[in-house]
């Protein structure tokens, strides 16, 4: 009778060590602590390494592998924040100029916030600089969330048409060339630019302006991706 239990008791103990083995090995199945779900339902584990505005790159077990921003719903990372790509819309923040008309109307300041100057016209609710000559001002914009820029708004209200030149600062306080050109902007109206969003986080923009007489500046809003926790 003994003879016979030895082969089951046998056959249990190799299942279990199999078993065992098995839960073992698996149990650290990713050591990987960030999870994408794509909208295609799938879900990646990997570390992510980037993310340039348009692109996540992600070390997997596999190799590495490239997701666009569309295709990406939302990301864990590590094992609590979640983290969404967006777009978010803000006014400026801070300002400073080359010159400005004085310390209270007509500062830079008054180019900051949303838009409070109605009508074409010389306003102390926008910046203006000290001179009404000719030369060339410029105005420098920061906004409280840096985001991958996809368009710039800038509301003029008086010698309108006085943008020459914009450039976007990034959070290593680096400059790059925006735009150059003819700004043909009615007054008051919106001086505009779209772009393919930039591959750098801007913080701020800074308008160069020349036009004979105070050119006026009364909001300045930007937009672009962020990622968010
Ligand atoms: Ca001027
Ligand atoms: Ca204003």
Not at 119 to 132: E, F, L
């Amino acid at each position: 009778m003994k003879k016979h239990r030895v082969g089951p008791i046998l056959v249990t103990l190799v299942v279990l060590l199999w078993m065992w083995i098995s839960v073992g090995m698996s149990a650290p199945l990713s050591f990987y602590e960030d999870a994408f779900r794509l909208s295609t339902g799938e879900l990646i584990f990997g570390e992510l390494l980037s993310f340039d505005g348009s692109t996540f790159k992600i070390k997997t077990e596999r190799g590495m592998i490239w997701k666009e921003k569309e295709d990406v719903v939302v990301i864990l990372v590590g094992i609590n924040p979640l983290i969404y790509t967006r777009t978010l819309s803000q006014w400026a923040s801070k300002a400073r100029a080359s010159s400005q008309y004085s310390s209270s109307g007509w500062s830079a300041q008054q180019a900051t916030g949303e838009p409070n100057t109605y009508q074409c016209g010389d306003n102390s609710t926008a910046w203006a600089p000290r001179s009404k000559g000719s030369g060339a001002e410029w105005l420098e914009l920061t906004f409280g969330t840096p985001v991958y820029v996809t368009q710039l708004r800038v509301y003029e209200t008086y010698n309108s048409g006085c943008i020459y030149k914009v450039e976007f600062v990034d959070v290593y306080e680096e400059k790059h060339a925006a735009w150059q050109g003819k700004d043909t902007t009615t007054c008051p109206g919106w001086f505009e630019i779209k772009l393919a969003q930039t591959r750098y986080l801007v913080k701020s923009v800074i308008l160069h302006t020349q036009i004979e007489g105070y050119e006026e500046i009364d909001a300045v809003e930007l937009t672009g991706i962020l990622i968010s926790k």
